[in-house]
């Protein structure tokens, strides 16, 4: 019963390199999230995919991209690392929306990325 | 003026205290509450999700919403050290996973 897997726990890049995050869920949700937690911030949505084929920025889109590879896999690029891009990054899913139904969002453990 | 605010703590508590948490927000169109969990190197996870104003009990835990007064709380009954965690509220208009509104959380120490 894994839930939502992200790799790598843990990354080092310098300025300017490029690389992908990976997130996969277990639980045939519909929705799939991208956040980054800053101290004092909260969690700030990155982007998003409302289902399978779709995705949408969110609240801090700037210097990412993302894939909806499948309904399992939502990936998260860094094109070109920036240190403002320092944080724990946290993938999410959730069944999809509904008026009726909860939509509880399960969260990955983050992957800690340190950007010099 | 953030939209949802927390105070950050640290709060320290004797085991066996009863714990109160709580968020304001601005924005009176909210009517999803959820109150997460968020251990050390952790993921959050959900603690309480309630619908519109009034209290919600589970066990030690009581989310409580006052729609008037834009104010939530989270109420933990004899408190525990395994409760020592940070305590993310969030929010939001509708049901749509994308607008959920978070706070900066607040972090909980119960000290045996």
């Given amino acids: ?116 | 003026q953030k939209e949802v605010e927390q105070d950050p703590g640290p709060l320290s508590v004797p085991e066996g205290a009863i714990v109160s948490l709580n968020c304001t927000y601005s924005n009176s169109a909210f009517q999803y509450f959820m109150w997460y969990r968020q251990y050390s190197r952790k993921g959050p996870e959900l603690l309480m999700y309630t619908y519109s104003s009034g209290n919600k009990e589970d066990g030690r835990f009581t989310a409580q919403v006052d729609k008037s007064s834009k104010y939530i709380s989270l109420f933990i009954r004899d408190s525990q050290p395994s409760d020592s965690a940070t305590y993310l509220c969030a929010m939001s208009w509708d049901n749509y996973g994308q607008n959920f509104v978070f706070g900066p959380g607040t972090r909980l120490s119960v000290l045996p």
Avoid at chain 1, 10 to 18: A, E, M, P, W
Avoid at chain 1, 33 to 39: C, K, M, V
Avoid at chain 1, 96 to 114: H, V
């Fill in chain 1, 1 to 116: 019963n894994a839930g939502v897997t992200q790799t790598p726990k843990f990354q080092v890049l310098k300025t300017g390199q490029s690389m992908t995050l990976q997130c996969a869920q277990d639980m045939n949700h519909n929705s799939m999230y991208w956040y980054r937690q800053d101290p004092g911030m909260g969690l700030r949505l990155i982007y998003y995919s409302a289902s399978e084929g779709t995705t949408d920025k969110g609240e801090v889109p700037n210097g990412y991209n993302v894939s909806r590879l499948n309904k399992r896999e939502f990936s998260l690029r860094l094109e070109s690392a920036a240190p403002s891009q320092t944080s724990v990054y946290f993938c999410a899913s959730s069944p999809g929306t509904g008026f009726s139904a909860k939509n509880i969002q399960y969260f990955g453990a983050g992957t800690r990325l340190s950007v010099l």
